[in-house]
């Protein structure tokens, strides 16, 4: 049963009128007090509930009732309604345990979309999270069964069916465009589109006419109608990657399309209506850019809905063999070598005591430069050390990692004189991440 809680009237009767025609059950209550009453009951399996309940707007009323139903009902998922004004009330109501929020006037459409999303996910509803077989869940080429590595992929089993925005974050190099593949083709949307945006290469200018499109004569150079990406990943699903990238200006249009699922081309009046689910990817630290004022916090309660966090490559030493067999046999093929060289146990003991800030793609670049060179068809530890330019992993504290962290991009800058886009690619990092760690450790290029 689905508990409506609103003063409102015909909120409550509209509300009851969709949900009854969905096939959901449902009972509407006008008060705090009726509210409690049924909760107290018997636990509803969802309760849709507004924030205030007199002529106060302040939400007070709302926060307090949530905050009781919590207690009375802490397995039951609420979602918020409110008006688009009151954002920052629904986002204080999602960090006081609120599943999600939805404003008013509201489409029919993604209010049945997220309630659905809400059960689902409270119920356990999906696939098994541990498939007996392969062809039960698609990996997306994912090498590895490290337990740490596991668990993710069960997570991503369980929410892959439902509608829910997912958030992946993690160390740049980890795989997050892989887990977004593996959600999207593990879902009810695999038939239909999956569109990749990197948000961190995408300059402000360019934001609107690349996410919404543009008509024919929307600004100069648009001597054409154009497609926006929002529009091309209808009915399935799309993927933002380096979030944390993205300007202030350009977070309050892109919240406008995922709380609203409509959007306006450039040049155009007409709305346009999009049915998509959202994955998101960082390597950002999100709740510290929230803190700072350079992430909205709206928008972050807006698209980490479920997170998914990635293990670095030196907390999964146990995949470390069938990742350098596959990086090794992927090298040879692309390379046209007669032969795929074996890898010795002495260079996967090897590569288990380096520390990989690049993660999967160092250990790529590693392994391929390593084939190139060596020309052998057996690698050993030899022929890795003699190549390897990322420090020992360290044993101690996690600070002595940042330490070493620190050297190895020190290091690197100093080998190609201060250019960021050579001593990025040798890490293995993207030129943004790079950025980012040169500020955290207060370095210069040219140190």
Not at 268 to 276: L, N
Request: proline share 4%.
């Amino acid at each position: 049963m689905i508990l409506i809680v609103d003063d409102d009237p015909a909120i409550r009767a509209s509300l009851s009128l969709l949900l009854t025609h969905a096939g959901y059950k449902c009972k509407a209550v006008a008060n705090p007090q009726e509210a409690i009453g049924e909760v107290r009951r018997g636990a509803p399996d969802l309760v849709m509930l507004d924030m205030n309940f007199s002529h106060f707007t302040t939400g007070e009323e709302g926060l307090t009732l949530l905050r009781q139903i919590r207690i009375f009902a802490p397995e039951t998922p609420v979602i918020l309604m409110t008006a688009w004004g009151s954002i920052e009330l629904a986002v204080a109501g999602m960090k006081a345990g609120a599943f999600d929020f939805i404003t008013k006037p509201w489409d029919n459409n993604h209010v049945l979309k997220t309630i659905r999303t809400a059960i689902d996910l409270n119920s356990g509803r999906g696939i098994d999270p541990e498939p007996d077989t392969e062809e039960e869940f698609d990996r997306c080429g994912i090498i590895g069964n490290d337990p740490v590595l596991t668990n993710v992929l069960n997570t991503v089993a369980r929410i892959a069916p439902t509608n829910a925005t997912v958030l992946i974050t993690g160390e740049s190099g980890t795989g997050k465009e892989l887990i977004a593949e593996a959600i999207h083709r593990n879902s009810l949307r695999r038939d239909k589109p999956f569109v990749k945006v990197n948000l961190g290469g995408m300059s402000q200018s360019l934001f609107e006419s690349e996410m919404f499109g543009h008509c024919k004569g929307a600004f100069t150079d648009a001597i054409a109608n154009r497609t926006g990406r929002f529009e091309a990943a209808d009915g399935g699903t799309i993927f933002l990657d380096e979030i944390g990238e993205l300007d202030l200006s350009c977070q309050v249009k892109l919240l406008r399309v995922l709380q609203e699922q409509r959007f306006e081309p450039l040049g155009s009046s007409k709305p346009r209506k999009v049915d998509i689910r959202v994955v998101c990817a960082t390597n950002a630290d999100l709740p510290a850019m929230v803190a700072e004022r350079t992430f909205r916090e709206d928008l972050f309660y807006r698209i980490n809905l479920v997170t998914l966090e990635l293990p670095p490559l030196r907390k999964r030493r146990g995949d470390l063999a069938a990742l350098t067999s596959y990086f090794a046999k992927d090298a040879a093929r692309r390379h046209g070598l007669a032969f795929t060289p074996e890898i010795d146990r002495s260079a996967i003991e090897f590569l288990a005591t380096r520390s990989f800030p690049g993660n999967l793609r160092e250990l790529k670049n590693l392994v391929e430069r390593v084939i190139l060179v060596s020309g052998s068809e057996r690698l050993t530890a030899d022929d890795f050390a003699g190549r390897s330019r990322s420090g020992e992993l360290p044993t101690d504290e996690p600070s002595s990692l940042e330490d070493l962290e620190r050297q190895e991009i020190t290091d690197a800058l100093r080998r190609c004189n201060g250019n960021i886009s050579r001593a990025a690619t040798e890490l293995g990092l993207s030129r943004q991440a790079l950025y980012r760690r040169i500020e955290k450790f207060g370095l210069n290029e040219k140190n």
